[in-house]
């Protein structure tokens, strides 16, 4: 069973922080936990949620039907109350008597631990109590969270947790959550498992301008500098952020920028830079929905084709795109060992629903295991940084040894130097484009869901693969034959071997979140499919499971 | 096609002030021991930016405009190389002029040489950030408009922690401005470089800028910062030359945590090889 508690009030009211609580006690508990987040571009008032799924099996995407609501606001009440699954409760926080349980959250607080600032801890315990769990974890993440504040604000919380507790006891017992299942404690957001692989994996420079949603990763970058030994600045735009990472790769440390779609298209240049220069960076563009500024906090999977196509002239470049927390871990490091192994830019496609999203998985090995750079430190004067091979990948020195590094923008003879030859410009145009050859060979494959000889076959890419698994289920469920095929990689595409994954199923339904299908776009493009159905999203909001399954059998 | 024949080295006109411009800055490399393997030479686009091809060293000759952000990577990467831009007043003041401002708030450790001809070259003479008021192109035909953009001002203002003036014609004095920058390890360090273009500045010619300017004396204090701005708002019948500022400032670099014993390219090499 799973069950989902739903936080919900204005920006600056502390949802995120209830949130927080909830999550880390349910996951320590050892209870299967998602959570998503859901906010508006301010940072006072409106109306933000946070939603908890908890259950006793693996959960993939977010739920469809709230069985906790905690309303801060008569206004979250009235908008959200109605997604409440029958056998629900409203914890509502006034004494209004609209929800099922009404207390004055910060009321309580300011009773129990004489501040309102504890209300959030009033939330959290009445929550856990509602759901028959142990308070004790709670109080145990409490101690932890502010060991290093003054002994009063440790025992302030915690006595505000247990009001909470005491008084929803007349309402233990009608709401039963999932029992704990997991060996507990490991939650991540994408956001901390894609700075945690770059940490892990060497990345050495990292810059941005921030641009939400990918601002979660810089963030925690910037925290790990100092342990992890990276240089982290902000830059004065995106323009400024890409050549910073083009520099920082020339000289010869792995670099990264993370951005979204608007400020990926102020990079678009230099990142033509990095293919003609043949530079390892990777950039992470977190998607929301546009175009122009668009819904700045919401989700999407607008870029597919943007990103495939940025940029100038004709180069050689990976997408990656994650679906996971676990996947965004796997795929960064991979990202930067593919830049490195292939001189070229790399790019991460992800979006604010998987940057946001919390996932109770194994523990992630935060010991540094550093990417081979692929250098050659045995050049001598005589080196050329572009000599022409077969692979197209040329032997990679970096400045301040015996050899001369010499990189540019311009067509360029192998030694690195400017020239209007069209026979160079020629030669050096086929050498970068034949590291596709081997970019292919070792790109990666979609992975499938289900029966090989499904009659309905699902393709999905990016984070909509938590959402299509559930979907699958939902369908095979109720005797519907049907699988899913997820693209964790959408280029290169191994184009042969796609077409053999995907087989001849009966029906091809392609789920996006964006109108015009844009991975059944490339597909066609490159001679995979044919025809395929669409199933889209551009609301700005997740697909869940539910819903996929429900638009296939409509 | 075959065009390497053609493809002559330099590209620059018959006249140019680049030209002596090369071989001055050869001989303050030489003056100020830089190791030419511990040389980066960083450029944009623009005839100033072809110069890294024509001398000896690492080159990073990137986008127009975006030098400054390539050699801040560079320098943060490997803070022990000697990170020199070759620019012009369009690439540097006009499409970097972004980059220009915050660079120099940053004081990230580079040498910044700005061939100012007050005149966009490679495109064919329109105007530039630095065109005097007045002067007439094929696109300003009306004259320029827009005020002159002041970059010793600017940089006074904010700080920068080393900001000269020379010009092609006064070699001795160009050179040793050069090694003044070169040698010079505090931060940011700009010199502007006063040139003619005899293709398309048919206004700031060589006499032009030779009756004009002026050394600054000997008994001019570069830390006072007012005296330097006056100095820097000076343009027309006397043009100051020289180090007119120098600030306290701890570059970008050094204030790094992170870099305090090492480059993150030594502290990469040594964790590689340690760790599988």
Redesign the interface.
């Known amino acids: 069973m799973d069950l989902t508690i739903r936080i919900a009030g204005e920006a600056g009211q502390g949802v995120l922080t209830t949130g927080q609580l909830l999550v880390g006690s349910l996951a320590e508990l050892g209870l299967e936990v998602l959570a998503t987040r859901s906010y508006m571009s301010r940072v006072r008032g409106g109306l933000n949620w946070y939603d908890i799924r908890i259950g006793d099996e693996p959960l993939y995407g977010p739920g469809d039907k709230v069985g906790v609501l905690v309303a801060l606001t008569d206004e979250a009440l009235e908008v959200l109350g109605e997604e409440v699954a029958s056998g629900g409760m409203i914890l509502h926080n006034t004494g209004s008597g609209k929800g099922d349980i009404n207390i004055d959250l910060e009321a309580v607080a300011k009773e129990t631990a004489d501040s309102t600032l504890y209300s959030n801890t009033v939330a959290a315990g009445a929550v856990m109590a509602l759901l028959g769990y142990d308070i004790g974890v709670l109080e145990g993440l409490l101690k932890k969270q502010f060991a290093k504040k003054d002994e009063g604000v440790v025992s302030g919380n915690i006595a505000c947790a247990r009001a909470g507790g005491k008084l929803v006891a007349d309402q233990v017992g009608k709401l039963k959550g999932p029992k704990p299942t997991r060996k507990g404690g490991w939650v991540y957001d994408g956001s901390t498992a894609m700075g945690l692989s770059a940490a892990v994996s060497?990345v050495?420079?990292v810059?941005a301008y921030p641009m939400t949603p990918s601002t979660g990763v810089f963030t925690f970058l910037a925290g790990a500098?100092?342990e992890y030994?990276?240089?982290v600045?902000q830059?004065?735009?995106e323009?400024?952020?890409v050549?910073?990472?083009?520099?920082?790769?020339?000289?010869?440390?792995?670099?990264m920028t993370m951005t979204s779609g608007g400020g990926f298209a102020l990079m678009a240049?230099?990142l033509s830079?990095a293919g003609m220069?043949e530079l390892p960076i990777v950039v992470m563009i977190a998607q929301r929905p546009g175009p122009a500024t668009g819904l700045p906090t919401r989700t999407g999977q607008q870029d597919l084709m943007f990103t495939l196509y940025a940029g100038h002239g004709e180069f050689p470049r990976a997408i990656f795109t994650p679906g996971s927390v676990q996947q965004c871990y796997d795929l960064t490091r991979r990202a930067m060992e593919t830049a490195h192994e292939y001189q070229t830019p790399v790019l991460i496609l992800t979006d604010q629903f998987l940057q946001d999203m919390e996932h109770s998985i194994d523990e992630l090995d935060s010991q540094?295991?550093?990417i081979?750079?692929r250098i050659v430190t045995d050049a001598g004067e005589d080196y050329v940084r572009y000599a022409v091979t077969d692979s197209g990948v040329s032997d990679r020195a970096?400045?301040?040894?015996?050899a001369?590094?010499?990189?540019?923008?311009?067509s360029h003879t192998a030694d690195?130097?400017?020239?209007?030859?069209?026979?160079?410009h020629v030669e050096q145009q086929d050498k970068r484009m034949r590291k596709l050859k081997g970019m292919t060979a070792g790109a990666l494959l979609p992975e499938r869901f289900g029966a090989e000889d499904a009659e309905t076959l699902l393709l999905t890419w990016g984070s909509t693969l938590g959402p299509g698994r559930e979907a699958v289920a939902l369908l095979n469920a109720k005797g519907v034959s049907a699988a899913m095929l997820h693209f964790g990689q959408v280029w290169p595409l191994a184009v042969d071997k796609v077409k053999e994954a995907i087989g001849s199923p009966k029906r091809i339904i392609s789920v996006e979140g964006n109108c015009t299908g844009q991975l059944a776009t490339l597909l066609r493009s490159v001679g995979v499919l044919t025809e395929c159905e669409l199933l889209t999203n551009y609301t700005g909001m997740p697909f869940t499971g539910a819903e996929i399954a429900e638009r296939i059998q409509k | 096609m075959k065009l390497a024949e053609t493809d002559t080295k330099p590209a620059w006109c018959p006249g140019c002030g680049n030209y002596s411009l090369l071989k001055t800055f050869d001989e303050a490399l030489e003056e100020a021991g830089v190791d030419r393997h511990k040389l980066v030479l960083v450029s944009g686009i623009g005839q100033a930016a072809k110069l890294p091809h024509y001398t000896r060293g690492n080159v990073f000759n990137g986008l127009h405009g975006r030098a400054l952000p390539a050699a801040t990577g560079i320098k943060l990467s490997n803070h022990k190389l000697e990170v020199t831009i070759t620019s012009g007043d369009g690439d540097m003041y006009g499409e970097g002029g972004n980059h220009f401002l915050h660079a120099i708030r940053r004081n990230i450790g580079v040498k910044v040489f700005v061939h100012d001809n007050q005149v966009y070259g490679l495109t064919k003479g329109q105007a530039s950030p630095t065109s005097d008021l007045g002067m007439v192109t094929k696109i300003q035909k009306h004259g320029v408009m827009s005020l002159p953009f002041n970059p010793l001002a600017i940089a006074i203002l904010e700080e920068c922690s080393l900001v000269a003036r020379s010009f092609v014609g006064e070699r001795d004095h160009l050179r040793a401005t050069m090694v003044a920058a070169l040698k010079h390890t505090g931060g940011f360090a700009l010199v502007d470089i006063l040139q003619p273009c005899p293709s398309f500045n048919k206004q700031n010619t060589f006499k032009w800028y030779k009756q004009r300017v002026k050394p600054v004396g000997d008994d001019h204090d570069p830390r006072d910062k007012e005296v330097a701005l006056r100095l820097a708002l000076r343009w027309g019948d006397e043009i100051p030359i020289g180090v007119l500022y120098r600030s306290e400032r701890v570059s970008f670099e050094n204030q790094q945590t992170v870099l305090a014993e090492k480059s993150l390219v030594e502290q990469y090499a040594a964790a590689e090889g340690g760790i599988s």
């Open positions: 060497g050495k420079f810059t500098a100092d030994g990276i240089v600045e830059a004065e735009d323009i400024a952020a050549n910073m990472v083009c520099g920082a790769t020339y000289a010869g440390v792995p670099g240049e230099g830079l220069m540094p295991r550093l081979d750079r970096i400045p301040g040894g015996e001369l590094v010499v990189c540019d923008s311009d690195g130097h400017i020239t209007e030859d069209m026979d160079a």
